[in-house]
């Protein structure tokens, strides 16, 4: 049908911004690991607020994401290699007790930053064994398929400050 001179057109209303490089995006989720286990959800908290293509997310994550809008309900899986990377056994090491310094109590999940000859890295640990310390490099959700039930709550602009920090400032950001 064409319009005729008794036919109104309007643009259309309430075009959604959808999420792309260095767009806010505030998202519902719920992941699980491999056996179905919730690993994390923000139900009960506020939405995540997190800045598209900045390393915010892990790489499978932000590549679903990208194009989506407002209200757009997702389930994804991400593979490990596009998730917390696969396992590397090289990264776990029985340490001394010793080397931990100015912790009251170690415990089993307890993180810290390690020292080495090539940089920080993040470590976990696994195990205590008397004074032995079993430390891991690889993140507990390291070689797990990632699947997310996700709901895109709001997608906004990143104002300079935000994309300056890397990180979002406000409800289900940082706070300053
Ligand atoms: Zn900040």
């Known amino acids: 049908m064409l319009p005729d001179d008794r036919m109104v057109i309007r643009p259309i209303k309430g075009e959604k911004m959808q999420i792309e490089k260095h767009k806010v995006a ?15 959800t923000s139900e009960g908290n506020e939405p995540l607020a997190y800045i598209q293509g900045i390393g915010n997310l892990v790489p499978g994550l932000e590549e679903e994401l990208e194009g989506k809008s407002q209200g757009d ?29 100015g912790v009251d109590e170690l ?50 602009d990143a104002t300079e400050e935000e994309l300056d920090h890397g990180h979002v400032h406000g409800p289900g950001g940082h706070h300053h």
């Open 107 to 156: 415990q089993v999940g307890m993180q810290f930053q390690a020292q080495g000859d090539d940089g920080v890295q993040v470590i976990w640990i696994t195990e205590i064994n008397n004074d032995e310390v079993t430390i891991d490099g690889n993140h507990p959700l390291a070689g797990e398929n990632l699947t997310f039930d996700l709901k895109v709550v709001e997608v906004r």
């Open 26 to 40: 505030l998202l519902e989720y719920t992941l699980t690991n491999d056996s179905g286990e919730i690993m994390d």
């Open 73 to 101: 309900e997702l389930k994804v899986t991400v593979p490990p290699e596009k998730g917390y990377g696969v396992r590397d056994d090289g990264l776990i090491q029985v340490v001394d007790k010793s080397v931990f310094q």
